[in-house]
């Protein structure tokens, strides 16, 4: 029994209705004008009854025959209705002004989807001028996983409603789909190709409104070969903007779209760019005194980059998940922190494994920056996917098995670091614009009388990655703020070093004598202008330093 006598059965005297709907739904599946005796052996109808229910469609409008071919199609009056009903959703009136200034400044295909049950259906479309644009009919449906807008759109939805959309996957499908929502989240938009048009590229940034809105997702349908790998980031910053339009301010997140206008020309004379790699989202610098090399990431395109001083070169490994940061462990091995929590890294396969997850039970939640104490022991700070909540700990790794929370309600934990004596440990949370220190016992891994070592007004940027050298001077990386600060123990700006990108996101002292400052960047959700006025947005950079860093700790007990 197909599902068309299923339903005839279980709704007595719509039998008649059903056969109808089941000669359009052939239709609709078949994409293509079809004949009389396709419809036969498909429906498996009686040819008379076939022939007096084509009839009626036909003159209703709901399918259309073409004489000359004798051949069958969906009518007018289809789209007449589905027009109709689409017109009735609140989230594709909201949207279509921006889809029509997004076509317009973009120049490609713009659309709008939404989520209906386990499927993502194209509700508007508008085509740019552009002879090369794809072509997107409206109505067009994919299942949401099988897509990068359903996946966008299921990426910003809680646990509870995905669930049951991914319960058919396999949890190795399940796991790799969770790795590429956590990405998506973390930078606001999804980037993948299309399923159904080859050599398409696909993005996509969630618009999630109020429940009675609907969960939709904008879109943008081009050509990868014309649409270049920076570009594709560019326009997720500008659908993310477009979003926020639609939705008021999409979410709370406190993720950062637009930086804060140059402060000046100046560069630090001295600076060098050292890589120019454009990373997404580059941080976690460490110096691998052992191998002597620089180690750090991109979070939102998952790599673990090793720049060596001696040769000038920078290699690049891509990561299965997201990756936070990597730190140095006894005899030459590596561990990481990802979204799977504490894992270790095979330096010469780039294979990870998991160690150990304390917030297995937040999926939501991702780990950021991390540190290694004197005495081996592993801190790092945790933070919601798309910073959106207070809902970061502050972690210390007694052994790689084991962790415990000493700190909570972080919105997005980042830097971190202790004064050479041990007795200070700072903590940075981006979203309060503020460096914490606390009373720091290096003896049993405890901190206490927390206070606000610095503050920053926003149109200061806000701290992000940090480090200590040798004289307890804390060095600031300020995202949005062009520029990395360093400052004296109690609290006093002591240098200035200005940065030609507006987002510096993290530094580490390195190299062998522990005076080269390296500086990580970011281009991520940066405008098009800003990337013309700070090409090198996304590079490491170096600069001499007087004062040398401090020795980078290893982690104990690696296996």
Same mark, same amino acid.
């Given at each position: 029994?197909?599902?068309?006598?299923?339903?005839?059965?279980?709704?007595? %005297?719509?039998?008649?209705?059903?056969?109808?709907? =089941?000669?359009?739904?052939?239709?609709?599946?078949?994409?293509?004008?079809?004949?009389?005796?396709?419809?036969?052996? =498909?429906?498996?109808?009686?040819?008379?009854?076939?022939?007096?229910?084509?009839?009626?469609?036909?003159?209703?409008?709901?399918?259309?025959?073409?004489?000359?071919?004798?051949?069958?199609?969906?009518?007018?009056?289809?789209?007449?209705?589905?027009?109709?009903?689409?017109?009735?959703?609140?989230?594709?009136?909201?949207?279509?002004?921006?889809?029509?200034?997004?076509?317009?400044?973009?120049?490609?295909?713009?659309?709008?989807?939404?989520? /209906?049950?386990?499927?993502?259906?194209?509700?508007?479309?508008?085509?740019?001028?552009?002879? @090369?644009?794809?072509?997107?009919?409206?109505?067009?449906?994919?299942?949401?996983?099988?897509?990068?807008?359903?996946?966008?759109?299921?990426?910003?939805? !809680?646990?509870?409603?995905?669930?049951?959309?991914?319960?058919?996957?396999?949890?190795?499908?399940?796991?790799?789909?969770?790795?590429?929502?956590?990405?998506?989240?973390?930078?606001?938009?999804?980037?993948?190709?299309?399923?159904?048009?080859?050599?398409?590229?696909?993005?996509?940034?969630?618009?999630?409104?109020? $429940?009675?809105?609907?969960?939709?997702?904008?879109?943008?349908?081009?050509?990868?070969?014309?649409? $270049?790998?920076?570009?594709?980031?560019?326009?997720?910053?500008?659908?993310?903007?477009?979003?926020?339009?639609?939705?008021?301010?999409?979410?709370?997140?406190?993720?950062?779209?637009?930086?804060?206008?140059? $402060?000046?020309?100046?560069?630090?004379?001295?600076?060098?760019?050292?890589?120019?790699?454009?990373?997404?989202?580059?941080?976690?610098? +460490?110096? /691998?005194?052992?191998?002597?090399?620089?180690?750090?990431?991109?979070?939102?395109?998952?790599?673990?980059?090793?720049?060596?001083?001696?040769?000038?070169?920078?290699?690049?490994? $891509?990561?299965?998940?997201?990756?936070?940061?990597?730190?140095?462990?006894?005899?030459?091995?590596? +561990?990481?922190?990802?979204?799977?929590?504490?894992?270790?890294?095979?330096?010469?396969?780039?294979?990870?494994?998991?160690?150990?997850?304390?917030?297995?039970?937040?999926?939501?939640?991702?780990?950021?920056?991390?540190?290694?104490?004197?005495?081996?022991?592993?801190?790092?700070?945790?933070?919601?996917? /798309?910073?959106?909540?207070?809902?970061?700990?502050?972690?210390?790794?007694?052994?790689?098995?084991?962790?415990?929370?000493?700190?909570? %309600?972080?919105?997005?934990?980042?830097?971190?670091?202790?004064? !050479?004596?041990?007795?200070?440990?700072?903590?940075?949370?981006?979203? @309060?614009?503020?460096?914490?220190?606390?009373?720091?016992?290096?003896?049993?891994?405890?901190?206490?009388?927390?206070?606000?070592?610095?503050?920053?007004?926003?149109?200061?940027?806000?701290?992000?990655?940090?480090?200590?050298?040798?004289?307890?001077?804390?060095?600031?990386?300020?995202?949005?703020?062009?520029?990395?600060?360093?400052?004296?123990?109690?609290?006093?700006?002591?240098?200035?070093?200005?940065?030609?990108?507006?987002?510096?996101?993290?530094?580490?002292?390195?190299?062998?004598?522990?005076?080269?400052?390296?500086?990580?960047?970011?281009?991520?959700?940066?405008?098009?202008?800003?990337?013309?006025?700070?090409?090198?947005? %996304?590079?490491?950079?170096?600069?001499?330093? /007087?004062?040398?860093?401090?020795?980078?700790?290893?982690?104990?007990?690696? !296996?």
């Amino acid at each position: 029994m197909n599902r068309f006598d299923d339903i005839a059965k279980r709704f007595p %005297g719509a039998g008649t209705l059903v056969k109808g709907i =089941q000669i359009m739904e052939f239709l609709a599946e078949a994409g293509r004008p079809t004949t009389s005796a396709e419809l036969l052996r =498909q429906t498996q109808l009686p040819k008379a009854t076939l022939y007096r229910l084509l009839g009626a469609l036909i003159d209703f409008g709901y399918v259309r025959r073409d004489a000359r071919l004798k051949t069958y199609s969906l009518g007018q009056r289809l789209i007449e209705l589905g027009g109709s009903s689409l017109a009735t959703i609140d989230l594709r009136s909201a949207a279509e002004s921006e889809l029509t200034r997004l076509a317009s400044e973009i120049n490609e295909t713009v659309s709008l989807t939404m989520l /209906d049950g386990d499927r993502s259906i194209y509700v508007d479309v508008r085509r740019s001028s552009n002879p @090369l644009s794809v072509g997107i009919e409206i109505g067009k449906s994919l299942h949401a996983v099988e897509s990068t807008s359903g996946q966008a759109i299921l990426a910003a939805l !809680p646990p509870h409603r995905v669930n049951g959309i991914l319960a058919a996957l396999s949890r190795e499908e399940q796991s790799q789909l969770m790795a590429d929502f956590a990405i998506s989240r973390a930078r606001g938009y999804t980037i993948g190709p299309s399923r159904t048009i080859e050599g398409v590229i696909v993005i996509a940034v969630p618009v999630i409104g109020p $429940p009675d809105m609907g969960s939709g997702a904008i879109v943008v349908t081009a050509l990868a070969d014309h649409t $270049p790998l920076e570009r594709r980031h560019v326009i997720g910053r500008d659908l993310m903007e477009a979003a926020r339009r639609i939705v008021g301010n999409l979410g709370s997140a406190s993720v950062s779209i637009t930086p804060n206008p140059r $402060p000046s020309r100046h560069v630090s004379e001295t600076l060098r760019c050292v890589a120019r790699v454009g990373a997404i989202v580059g941080e976690g610098p +460490v110096w /691998d005194a052992s191998a002597g090399v620089l180690r750090w990431v991109d979070i939102a395109a998952p790599a673990i980059h090793c720049y060596d001083p001696a040769t000038g070169e920078n290699r690049m490994d $891509p990561c299965p998940h997201l990756v936070s940061a990597v730190l140095p462990a006894e005899d030459g091995r590596m +561990v990481a922190i990802s979204q799977n929590g504490l894992e270790a890294l095979d330096v010469a396969t780039g294979a990870l494994r998991p160690l150990y997850d304390p917030e297995a039970h937040l999926s939501t939640n991702r780990f950021n920056d991390a540190k290694t104490d004197s005495r081996g022991r592993i801190w790092a700070g945790s933070m919601s996917l /798309d910073a959106s909540m207070p809902s970061g700990s502050l972690y210390c790794f007694d052994t790689l098995r084991s962790a415990r929370a000493v700190d909570g %309600g972080f919105q997005i934990s980042n830097g971190l670091g202790w004064s !050479p004596d041990d007795t200070r440990f700072y903590f940075v949370d981006s979203a @309060l614009g503020t460096v914490f220190v606390y009373d720091f016992d290096v003896e049993t891994g405890t901190v206490a009388n927390r206070e606000a070592f610095l503050t920053f007004e926003p149109e200061e940027g806000k701290p992000d990655g940090m480090c200590v050298d040798s004289a307890g001077n804390v060095w600031v990386a300020m995202w949005d703020g062009w520029r990395v600060g360093c400052y004296d123990p109690s609290g006093d700006l002591i240098r200035t070093v200005d940065m030609p990108v507006p987002r510096p996101s993290s530094c580490y002292l390195g190299d062998d004598d522990l005076k080269t400052l390296y500086i990580t960047s970011a281009s991520i959700r940066l405008p098009a202008s800003v990337l013309e006025e700070a090409p090198l947005s %996304g590079s490491l950079f170096a600069i001499d330093v /007087d004062v040398p860093g401090l020795p980078t700790n290893e982690v104990r007990g690696c !296996p």
